[in-house]
Each structure stands twice: as structure tokens, then as C-alpha cells.
């Protein structure tokens, strides 16, 4: 029995505040396409902002279940507000030795399935938001160390995303264009 293709995995990656969400969003919607949202965000907002490292294996079954929700309406590629490795930073900084060992093994078994990381510069203002930890330069600057050398230990397809709002979409999609030959559907000519 042969059906369509997997659609290809995309993932909007990098630190706090790099423009994750706005981003995903807006090629989803290029394409035409879905896209899984940050699952911790609608967990913090329905703990009213209360999370223990109890909850950990919680939100990345959320994380990782609204991925597949998402992949499963996609025809040729889905974009993912972050993915399970964020899960794994996040929890490592907050709450150290907790990260549940199944939870890193399958942020490392998941990581090997996606065909593009893009990995958000941190050259956007910081906007201040209650679930953000590190506003200052020292810690957005950590924070940008820490998820490129986690994706160049792994040795992850990647591709470096920066500028403000319509030059960092089209940073995205020209990264698209040249290492996965996706384009926007309309666009196919347009270089």
C-alpha cells in the first residue's frame, strides 16, 4: 500500500524572543500549510504560570502530540514552534537533573527526523513576556551558544535565520528555497 510522502519537518529553533512563533506562523501561511505551536506556552497559560520539573514529561507530550496533530494535515511540510531538543535546553537550565532520561531520548530519536532546523538569530529586541527568563545581553547571548552548539553537536541540518519582520521571513524562505527546494506555492518562478 503506497500513499503521499511524509511531509518534510521544519523547525523554527533558537532562544527566547528570536521570533519562533511569528515566524512559523507566517510560513505556514505562505505555503498553506500547518504548524504546531509551542505546546508550554498553553500549558504555563492554564497553570496560570506554575510549572515544576513534575511536569516535564507532561509538556513534551504536548509538544511532541501537537506536532504530529499538525503533520498529519500537512501535504508537503509542517512547521514546528520549537521541538522536543528545546524541551531538553529549557529543562536543563530551570530545573537541572530533572529532564525525565525518555524525554531526552526522544528529543535525540525525533531530532534526526526533521529536514531543516532554522535557527533564529537573536538580532531582534528583547519583548519582555512573563515566561521569559534571560533579557539581558549576557543571557540572550548564552541562550544563542547554547541552541546552535546543540544543534552543531548533533550535527543537525541547519540554516541561520535573522532580520526584522519581512526580511526574517524571507530569510526563511530563501533558506527553504536553496537547501530543501521548497517554495511557496505561486512562487515556484520567483527567485
Not at 529553533?13 to 505546546?39: C, H, I, M, V
Request: with cysteine; glycine share 8%; proline share 8%.
Amino acid at each position: 500500500m503506497s500513499g503521499s510522502p511524509a511531509p518534510l519537518r521544519v523547525v523554527v529553533f533558537g532562544p527566547e524572543s528570536t521570533g519562533k512563533t511569528w515566524l512559523a506562523e507566517r510560513l505556514a501561511q505562505a505555503f498553506g500549510e500547518p504548524w504546531a505551536p509551542e505546546f508550554v506556552r498553553e500549558f504555563w497559560d492554564r497553570r496560570a504560570g506554575h510549572i515544576a520539573a513534575a511536569d516535564l514529561a507532561e509538556i513534551a507530550c504536548g509538544q511532541r502530540d501537537g506536532e504530529e496533530r499538525a503533520a498529519a494535515r500537512a501535504r508537503r511540510v509542517v512547521f514546528c514552534d520549537t521541538d522536543l531538543l528545546t524541551n531538553v535546553l529549557w529543562a536543563d537550565l530551570l530545573f537541572p537533573g530533572a529532564c525525565p532520561q525518555p524525554v531526552r531520548a526522544q528529543a535525540e530519536e525525533r531530532s534526526r527526523r526533521y529536514a531543516l532546523y532554522l535557527l533564529c538569530q537573536s538580532d531582534l529586541p528583547f519583548t519582555p513576556d512573563p515566561q521569559r527568563c534571560f533579557p539581558d545581553e549576557a543571557g540572550r547571548a548564552m541562550g544563542a551558544r547554547l541552541w546552535r552548539s546543540t544543534l552543531e553537536q548533533r550535527g543537525l541540518p541547519t540554516a541561520d535565520v535573522s532580520g526584522h519582520g519581512d526580511a526574517r521571513l524571507q530569510s526563511a524562505l530563501t533558506a527553504l528555497r536553496q537547501r530543501l527546494g521548497l517554495v511557496p506555492p505561486g512562487a515556484e518562478g520567483v527567485r
